[in-house]
């Protein structure tokens, strides 16, 4: 029988923003499947969407659609994403998939008969900025939000729990009985130090403040929370309740591949669930790094997003597959840009593998009419080239067992950059002009077979790039690992043909421009589609309403750090005659340097209330982006202090 493999990627909330970042795992998964299916095994990878919750809804409700219309237009761009970047899965799971649907209520109602799930009440300060439920002691004197010290309000909800506290136990057991479950090391040490051995308290699992999601089956007024019912995806898609597929193939997965801010959920709540339902758990958890821009987070509101769209309409497919999975370490983060994406292109693919590619075959050409000769006896210099070739296959194999990606592909360009250095070294050209051609031969074969074998070690990674080369060899697109093991497969006599050139060399400055432009070109048109689209807003107001609020222009004077709170300053503030101190937590998006002379917006009507310990006399106005990016409110002229908005 054949072996089984199982391999997943997260599901994506529904965005109509996919950048670079998001399609890194997706590539990575495609790459793992389609190493695993080198290596003989019968792979399923699977991704999709978690469509259900409140941001979701309130999304939908913007655009004016139901939420099933909202999400399935956005389902449909992401598999086009996938289908333009050959993303090979098997199966794309929606959480609003009706055998998912089935599946949660039938998991959440076993937990609940069982008594791992059990009801309870939610009690908390809500910050409805943050959407956010605190407990008392973690909130900053006057009630006010740790996170951004705004007011919050108590708030209590019925909920269901689920008893993630009797699982903590159990959870350092298995860790230590499992060093390979949660990977790299570093992350694992994080889960176990800051989470696990703080304690686990249950766990909050349903909602009823929204509907959007899958209703509880014996309580209608909750739905499911959102992790359960994604995290569940993993068992719908290896095929739990489907008669398609056999579950018990698949299950337990083989890896979870998933980003580093969504290790928490896969490497404590998910295990501990599936030990609720006394269900094996997926052998390895792999938490990746992310791809920033610049050293930056990328996002919309920054206007710094690299979308893969452009980068494969000018470059190919693999060229972004080659980038991703070669320039980061996939445990790390790294910073995409634009200048090493093409000066990779150029050196790596252009330089040399394609230069490798095109001067074989043209000397096949030249020199045989395009035929594979026959090699004759051989010396050192083809020995050593003999055995790298059919040793990188281990090094290949060593380096995805971690999941190193880009280990991998750094020892197959060993063996590129080495067959380029015996081209040098054998000088063909000079052999041509021998009368005798069992040298020449000798060395032609050599560098057609290396070629194959660079074929084979590359389809998992740059599947369209192994067919191309494989297609000039005159060799078929059907592969095994096993040939890449073994020397002297190339039959002679067979019929090579000379392409077109696989990666031009490029010019980098005059590709920055096109590449800056064509990116830049999808942001706008993906902001004006969102034009016509209604905000929501808050319940409308009088003007009396508005009158209760004076805001005035301040002059900010000093800027300190909070002495007993890390996110806050102490800023001093001068309105007109007066001098105030203000606390707020603008800390992650200015420097105190950036801030002091500047004239900013303040609510001074605001009652005084302490801020752990400081009396904080006012409230900052300023912006708030999707993912929490502040920006201070200011006049556009430079105006004097003291003067009042109206
Ligand atoms: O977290 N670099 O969905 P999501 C690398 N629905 N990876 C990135 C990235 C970047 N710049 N930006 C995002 C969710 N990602 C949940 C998952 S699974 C049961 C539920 C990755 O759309 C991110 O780390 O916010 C995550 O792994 C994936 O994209 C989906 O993120």
């Not at 889960?191 to 009823?208: A, C, P, Q, W, Y």
């Not at 041509?432 to 590359?458: F, G, M, Q, W």
């Not at 302490?610 to 002229?637: F, H, I, N, P, Y």
Request: with cysteine.
């Amino acid at each position: 029988m054949e072996k089984k493999y199982y391999v997943t990627t997260p599901i994506y909330y529904p965005s109509d923003n996919l950048h670079i970042g998001h399609t890194y795992c997706t590539v990575a998964a495609d790459a793992l499947k389609r190493y695993k299916k080198l290596q003989g095994y019968d792979v399923r990878m699977i991704t999709g969407t978690d469509e259900h919750g409140q941001k979701i809804q309130e999304a939908a409700e913007a655009a004016g659609l139901e939420p099933k219309a909202y999400v399935d237009k956005i389902v449909e761009e992401t598999k086009a994403l996938w289908a333009s970047m050959e993303i090979d899965y098997d199966r794309f799971i929606r959480t609003t998939d009706k055998d998912h649907e089935k599946n949660v209520q039938d998991l959440f109602t076993k937990l609940y008969d069982q008594g791992d799930i059990y009801k309870g009440e939610y009690e908390g300060y809500y910050c409805t900025p943050c959407e956010s439920f605190w407990s008392e002691s973690q909130l900053l004197e006057g009630h006010l939000c740790p996170d951004c010290g705004r007011e919050t309000y108590l708030s209590k909800e019925e909920s269901y729990f689920f008893r993630l506290s009797q699982y903590q136990d159990a959870l350092i057991q298995y860790y230590e009985d499992h060093p390979e479950f949660l990977q790299p090391d570093f992350r694992k040490k994080e889960m176990i130090n800051s989470f696990l051995k703080e304690g686990l308290e249950d766990l909050s699992v349903t909602r009823s403040s929204f509907d959007w999601g899958v209703p509880v089956p014996f309580d209608r007024d909750h739905v499911v929370y959102v992790w359960i019912d994604a995290l569940a995806c993993y068992l719908t898609a290896a095929g739990l309740g489907n008669e398609e597929v056999s579950f018990e193939d698949f299950w337990p997965a083989d890896v979870h591949l998933v980003g580093k801010e969504i290790v928490r959920f896969h490497a404590i709540i998910w295990p501990a669930l599936l030990m609720a339902l006394d269900l094996p758990l997926p052998k390895e958890i792999f938490g990746h790094g992310w791809i920033l821009f610049e050293n930056d987070k990328m996002s919309k509101s920054k206007g710094n997003v690299i979308y893969p769209e452009p980068i494969i309409d000018l470059y190919g497919v693999d060229a972004l597959k080659y980038f991703l999975l070669r320039e980061f370490a996939f445990g790390h983060d790294g910073s995409f840009s634009s200048k090493s994406f093409l000066t990779r292109l150029n050196s790596d693919l252009a330089n040399d593998l394609g230069n490798l590619l095109s001067r074989t075959v043209s000397m096949l050409g030249k020199y045989n009419e395009g035929k594979i000769p026959q090699a004759g006896d051989r010396l050192e210099v083809d020995k050593d080239l003999e055995n790298l070739a059919t040793s990188t296959w281990e090094r290949v194999e060593e380096a995805m067992e971690g999941y190193q990606f880009s280990k991998a592909l750094e020892a197959i360009w060993k063996l590129v950059s080495r067959t380029n250095k015996y081209v040098d070294e054998t000088e063909p050209w000079v052999l041509a002009k021998d009368p005798d051609p069992t040298r020449l031969y000798t060395v032609l074969y050599h560098l057609a077979e290396s070629l194959r074998i660079i074929s084979v070690l590359l389809t998992p990674f740059l599947p369209h790039t192994a067919k191309e080369i494989r297609s000039q060899l005159g060799l078929g697109d059907q592969v095994a690992l096993e040939e890449a093991k073994n020397w002297g497969l190339l039959e002679v006599g067979g019929q090579t043909e000379k392409k077109g050139i696989i990666f031009p060399r490029l010019d980098v400055e005059a590709e920055l421009e096109k590449l800056r432009d064509k990116n830049q070109a999808l942001f706008e048109a993906r902001q004006a589609a969102k034009q016509g689209a209604k905000i929501e807003t808050k319940e409308e107001i009088t003007i009396d309403d508005f009158d209760k609020m004076d805001i005035r222009v301040a002059k900010i004077l000093k800027v300190e750090d909070h002495p007993n709170a890390d996110r806050l300053y102490v800023l001093t503030i001068k309105v007109g005659p007066e001098e105030r101190v203000i606390c707020s937590s603008i800390k992650e998006d200015y420097k105190p340097e950036d801030l002091v002379g500047k004239k900013i917006l303040v609510l001074v009507n605001l009652k005084p209330a302490k801020m752990r310990g400081v009396l904080s006399q006012g409230m900052l106005l300023a912006a708030e982006t999707e993912d929490g990016r502040l920006s201070l409110a200011s006049t556009l002229e430079d105006i004097d202090d003291n003067a009042k908005i109206s």
